[in-house]
């Protein structure tokens, strides 16, 4: 089973619009971090924000808000006001704590496209 | 503020060849990671070091692979007898050490392998 799970494989913006990016995960430890990266045409990841699988108030910075929904194990990116230099790829990634490990699993990813 | 910096940004390589990539991780950072990603996937765990020693490997990094951080700095990712199927981007990744799944990774340039 998938672990991190982006079924946009891409989306659409117009620019000053909100737009959202979907994130369902899958664990059974109590104990993880959500991450999501941004991947401009670079190459170069670039960390966005983070959730702890304990906060019980939603990460935001920025423009960026995660709307997290434990019970559901969804971790929504938000974007608000989008800009042109938003359009690049959108990865979400999980950090399970319990195991030990360090490594980040990432989903697939989402091609976010900002139209003027 | 330096980043996380890697050399070569590209290699082009014969199938059969040995490529090293090195990977100077942000200096007060003692854990490094290592990632490859291919085209359209999100990107894979290979290994991670905490100072010099290498503490997790993926099942991923196949007896070709070696991967080494010799006084806890850079590190550098051989792979021998390189096969077309390395073809990828391999990204680097460091972190401050924190007492929480909160530790975000910060990661370089990458560097885009294409074997011939």
Redesign the interface.
Known sequence: AQK?TQTQPGMFVQEKEAVTLDCTYDTSDP???L?W?KQPS??????LI?Q??YDQQNATEGRYSLNFQKARKSANLVISASQLGDSAMY?C?M???GAG?????????TKLSVIP | DTGVSQDPRHKITKRGQNVTFRCDPISEHNRLYWYRQTLGQGPEFLTYFQNEAQLEKSRLLSDRFSAERPKGSFSTLEIQRTEQGDSAMYLCASSPKRRSHQETQYFGPGTRLLVL
């Open positions: 991190i104990s993880y971090g991450f990266y670079s190459g170069e990841m670039i960390f983070y702890g699988s990865f990634a950090r399970e704590a490990s360090y490594q980040l699993t990432f989903g697939k990813g």
